[in-house]
């Protein structure tokens, strides 16, 4: 899917994207919606289609087709609402598929869809209109004629069933010239997608779990280079506890030495005294959210030994380390 407009920022939260972003006249599009309801009162989500747009289906995830009640209205387009409340839980997410085929004229042109959330059950008039802030909008291009016709004598650019045969293979091979004009996006740690992560990683010599929360994997790869070059220190190490607990992490290290008798012993703080002493020892204390056990499903004492696992990789060889985990 091409990346979304991510609407986490205001009151709802909601995504909306074109399963593609570049058509011909009389194909079919899917507008996909996916959102999230925080709100147990009830919850509308409105969709504007522009002129000259038909709608073939509409699914929601998880919902019989058949019991799946979409309003709809003749306002500058096509207006589409669905009582979200009605089919979801407060905290639950899930996708709406509305499929939509393009009756627009044959000429180069672009075609601007968009989506909110109203708190009220749609009476199709007044201020039921208006987009609020917050609206998700994204847009369509349109092409009357086949990019591939460039290629061919001046000739064949008036012969309709040649634009048309055209067609055919360029939308056959546009995903593919996406790919390929949009590769430097799979290298940018902001804008590769999910399943690219690790391998994006592996290039900065780094291996990451799988329990990882993606968007702060991202953040960690951002920063490769600065955590590579202190790599083994305190700094380090708090760095990537931090980045994958999302809690707060102190560091503190013992660096003394045991005594040893003979003539270049002196007593200062670089003296170790004491049986129950461990120089060379690293102490972690962690302050988790207690979200973190219900994120990776683990038990206290699985997430201890998860982040001890961590530590272990990071600090040096000879090091000994403790760790105390606080939840709240």
């Known amino acids: 899917m091409s990346p979304m407009a991510f609407g986490g920022r205001d009151r709802y939260s909601f995504e909306l994207a074109l399963d593609r972003y570049v058509?011909?006249?009389?194909?079919?599009?899917?507008?996909?919606v996916r959102v999230r309801l925080e709100n147990p009162m009830r919850t509308i989500l409105c969709i504007h289609l522009p002129h000259k747009t038909e709608v073939e289906a509409v699914h929601m995830d998880g919902v019989d087709d058949n019991y799946l009640?979409?309003?709809?209205?003749?306002?500058?387009?096509?207006?589409?609402?669905v009582q979200l409340s009605k089919y979801m839980e407060p905290g639950q997410s899930s996708e709406l598929h509305i499929g939509v085929r393009l009756n627009s004229i044959r000429m180069n042109h672009y075609l601007s869809f968009c989506a909110w959330?109203?708190?009220?059950?749609?009476?199709?008039?007044?201020d039921f209109f208006v987009e609020p802030r917050g609206s998700r909008s994204v847009e369509l291009t349109v092409k009357a004629d086949a990019a591939y016709l460039s290629y061919?004598?001046?000739?064949?650019s008036y012969?309709?069933?040649?634009n048309r045969f055209l067609m055919m293979f360029e939308s056959f091979w546009k995903p593919i010239s996406q790919?390929?004009?949009?590769?430097?996006?799979?290298?940018?740690?902001?804008?590769?997608?999910?399943?690219?992560l690790d391998w994006l990683a592996s290039w900065v010599g780094m291996q990451i779990d799988e329990t990882f929360p993606r968007e702060r994997v991202r953040d960690l790869i951002k920063?490769?280079?600065?955590?590579?070059?202190?790599?083994?220190t305190a700094e380090s190490l708090r760095f990537f506890l931090e980045m994958y607990s999302g809690g707060h992490v102190e560091v503190s290290e013992r660096k003394a030495h045991n005594m040893v008798l003979g003539g270049q012993m002196g007593i200062?703080?670089?003296?170790?005294?004491?049986?129950?002493?461990?120089?060379?020892?690293?102490?972690?204390?962690?302050?988790?959210?207690?979200?973190?056990?219900e994120r990776t499903g683990f038990t206290k004492q699985k997430y201890s030994r998860k982040i001890k696992s961590f530590i272990r990789e990071i600090v040096p060889a000879h090091t000994v380390f403790s760790l105390s985990c606080k939840y709240e």
């Open 152 to 156: 061919l004598p001046e000739i064949y």
């Open 223 to 232: 920063n490769a280079i600065p955590f590579s070059r202190t790599r083994g």
């Open 179 to 196: 790919q390929i004009s949009m590769g430097e996006s799979y290298y940018d740690p902001d804008l590769t997608p999910d399943v690219f």
């Open 268 to 293: 200062g703080d670089g003296l170790a005294l004491g049986m129950d002493n461990k120089p060379n020892t690293v102490l972690v204390s962690m302050t988790v959210p207690s979200s973190e056990l």
């Open 69 to 81: 009640t979409v309003y709809t209205h003749d306002f500058d387009g096509k207006l589409l609402a």
């Open 117 to 126: 959330m109203a708190a009220d059950v749609p009476d199709f008039d007044g």
């Open 159 to 162: 012969d309709d069933f040649m």
């Open 23 to 32: 058509c011909y006249p009389m194909e079919s599009v899917e507008l996909i």
